[in-house]
């Protein structure tokens, strides 16, 4: 995620355009969160544009936390938000346990067993395609017209 300092955020409000340019993402992504995940926006201009605060800055970029770094899904990102909504940022934020990975895999069993698969697919017999002699390759088309049975000029010779 791109490095967006609460010092660097000095204005009151931003555009979603500078959020999207901070967040190195598009305006789009961010409207669609704000739906997905209820997000209200304190401000709106007399265009009806997005002012984001910097207390909203902080929700979204917990959402991109979650969803594009950690690779949550959006469920998975609501709940988490739901449980950890006081945490700072900076902590993960552990939810969904991985599946049924070992803390410590030994790397060097992962491999004998598959050289063991691999010798025992090199030996299974090898099913030879049936030839049918060689192969020949696909007459040309002629590009000349059909001459007609009669040597009379039709309407296609004009």
């Known amino acids: 995620m791109p ?5 660097i955020l000095s204005k009151l409000y931003y555009s979603i355009g500078e959020v999207a340019g901070m967040l190195e993402v598009n305006a789009s992504l961010l409207r669609f969160w704000e739906k997905e995940f209820n997000l209200t926006v304190s401000k709106k201009n007399n265009k009806g544009n997005r002012l984001f605060s910097v207390k909203e800055i902080e929700q979204i970029k917990r959402i991109y936390q979650l969803v594009k770094v950690q690779g949550y899904t959006l469920d998975g990102a609501k709940k988490a938000l ?10 993960p934020v552990q939810i969904v346990q991985k599946a049924a ?9 992962i491999i004998s067993k598959l050289e063991g698969i691999k010798a025992k697919l090199l030996s299974l017999p090898v099913e030879k395609e049936p030839t049918h002699g060689p192969i020949e390759p696909p007459k040309k088309r002629s590009t000349e017209k059909p001459k007609p049975a009669s040597d009379l000029p039709t309407l296609f010779d004009f």
């Open 3 to 7: 490095p967006i300092e609460n010092q």
């Open 101 to 109: 990975a070992p803390a410590n895999p030994n790397y060097a069993e």
């Open 82 to 91: 739901k449980l950890k909504s006081n945490t700072p940022l900076s902590e």
